[in-house]
């Protein structure tokens, strides 16, 4: 299934996924026994939108309407299965490794978090 694929990618890019948060639709996909395994074994608390929220979703929409823009361009199917989970996979990479985004201060999601991350507090001991 794609969507555990996903998971075990970020799991891989990241080293741990444990603490995080999934927020998804209703999607059959995402309300299954498998990917609930997957993310409880991950540590990812799931989380769901309301059934008919078009709000909640706007994200998710945006997110997908500029997949379709950037990976379809004029094709309409792809030869394989497989070959649509390559294109998926390797547009996700440059999504989140190499393309700048406006609202991150122009810089990649992975270069945003990182540079978001706070350096661990060392307390110095008192004289």
Wanted: charge should be positive.
């Amino acid at each position: 299934m794609i969507v555990i694929d996903a998971l075990a990618a970020a799991e891989r890019t990241r080293g741990s996924l444990a603490g995080a948060v999934m927020h998804t639709d209703h999607g059959a996909q995402y309300t299954s026994r498998a990917f609930a395994d997957a993310c409880r074994q991950a540590g990812i608390r799931q989380s769901m939108s309301a059934i008919g929220s078009s709000v909640d979703n706007a994200l998710a929409e945006s997110f997908n309407a500029t997949f379709k823009r950037e990976t379809l361009q004029g094709r309409k199917t792809w030869s394989s299965e497989r070959e649509a989970h390559l294109d998926t996979f390797r547009w996700l990479h440059r999504y989140n490794t190499r393309r700048r985004h406006s609202s991150l201060g122009h810089r990649s999601p992975i270069a945003y978090e990182t540079s978001s991350r706070t350096a661990p507090t060392t307390l110095i001991p008192a004289a």
